[in-house]
DNA sequence: GTTGTGTATCGAAACGTTTCGATATTGGGC
DNA sequence: GCCCAATATCGAAACGTTTCGATACACAAC
């Protein structure tokens, strides 16, 4: 009931050519007959014979393997974001016949966390999704393993990057308040020390400065010690407490949007017939609440697609250039921005 | 820069001995003195020695791999559902030491579709999460592949199953608004044909007929082409056009209740003093809608983990019982469920 | 003293590939 | 008519493991 699969000597044999030849032709690598090659193609299709991908490993280099580490703390977050990058490699390596290793790791870096597919060789490259230590990339690198980076930034590892462009994301947030007339549009930010973060910021700013408008910096929040729902609520309380007049509030993402969204209502500030509010990732959840929120989309599956397509040149042309890859993001108009009304 | 890694020849050579003897210390079996032992374990750390996957994999029959497998159209669904299963499997396989292949395959079985990681053997074993083509299954039991099934149940082939107790859950939601006092709860499922919804189905029934309560068949309705938002908002405006009375909504899952939420917002009808709205999985959306909804937790984590746990046994047990794993639901409730109020 | 059994160690084969020579066979250029 | 390069094919080695005998030594049982 179970056959033995065929090996490749199953179809050297049927074939009448020696193994040497079959792999030739399975490779397409140095010089083989049309005629041998047409009898060994056909015994692979009557043997429906598929080479080993073990074996294949073990003599070459090649596992045909992609390792995908994402922080435990992030994919398991109420947003799917990473989870969508994850579908984004996992179908464009589908169409470069590479499978996915997923594993999580401890956010900051462990001793003895270092995914077991590196330590074993089953991986022929490996990508680095959101933030997490730079000690994880350090090892990467030490140990000569191809590696990209998709939505972070390593500090002190240098590694190819594949981002969406974080500066403009923030101008478009921004510049979208500026043209319906807002002129006091807070920044809400998390963790300051997040690139994203600060570069989503310099484009709030650049978008004040085109139009020559002064920033206000005490509008500018960004010492909450994190990024999700809980800090987005605590930080705009903490921003109404100052008393501040604000019409408009740019949050450097939509968990953060959300729990603002949460403490505006608490205070009875109507979205966004008193205050505008802007969000950032464009997460599915946008479009389920109430007022639907206003976001910079983020192409997550893009972003993932990109980051294997750089990978592979890593691995297949060894080139070893620090690039940087910029995705452009798209603003989503929704309900909870408009014109500014009576604060 | 990249020292080529160490192998088991290095070892033994290192500790003075045969390449078998190294091997058996490494793996734990037959009879190796405790001298030797020690100074193969010796030459192991002071190599940093970490022995081959590919290479194990060639010889032996364990790869180290499992592959889970969820339908395209499921895993990129706004609720991560699967994620989260996933999630679960992921960890439970770190403490096994087994890595996880990921792939989506289109929903409805196509012939060349079937992941490449079952032709080319470098799994011990799958997972199938969620619905999909019963040829998927079918293919895995003809080529002998150790595979179980989570969230779902194949109609044509005989797998270990691994569910959440949906007769149960469909009790616990209808049981929760028979006790508040409501009596005519309609239920709202989408395609009837799928397993797990008609599991609940029977769930609400016996919630009914324990009480001794008739139920009024008019109430039900399944005729829906999916189970998405869009498919939960057509299905209730569908019921209101009815013009059956009801005080409850017992949606089959959250996705079709916040359909059914935006449906009844629609036409007036105030959550939860007209209707009360329980829903089914309790995904984080749950909690971030307003008002927030009342629904049977699933522990997908726990699926997952369990599935993996399951699929273990009959990799290493060679077990080819046909279990089913049931995992106990729980009720969340929230304010989408009242006591009736007014109509 | 022979036989048997449990312990200990090792060499070699095997797993399914790819790749590196080695060996033929052409045919064109001279 | 000879040489060289291009074409064609093959056998064997190599990749890093595990596992299967083979061998050897104790020691107990008869």
Redesign the pocket.
Known sequence: MKP?????????RRA?????????V??S?????????RKVLRAVEELD????R???A????STGNIGFIVAQEHFSKVEPFYTKVLLGTEFEARQHDYYILLTTVPFSYRANALPRFITEQSVDGVICAGRMGDRYAAELVERGIPAVVVDYGFKTVRLPVINVDNVRGGFLATEHLLSLGHRRIAFLGGDAGHPSIASRLIGYREAFRERGIVVDERLIRADEPGTGTADGYNGTRNLLRTKEPFTALFACNDAMAIGALRALKESGIHIPLNVSLVGFDNIDLCFHIDPRLTSVHVPKEELGAQALKVLLAVIEKGSTAVTNTLIDPELIVRESSSRPGRT
Chains 1, 2 share one sequence.
């Not at 050519?17 to 030739?24: G, N, R």
């Not at 014979?49 to 080993?52: A, S």
């Open positions: 033995r699969r065929s090996t490749i000597k199953d179809v050297a009448g050519v020696a193994v040497s030849t079959a792999s030739l399975l490779n690598k140095g010089y083989v007959s049309a005629e041998l090659r014979y598929v080479p080993n073990s074996a294949r073990l003599v070459g280099k």
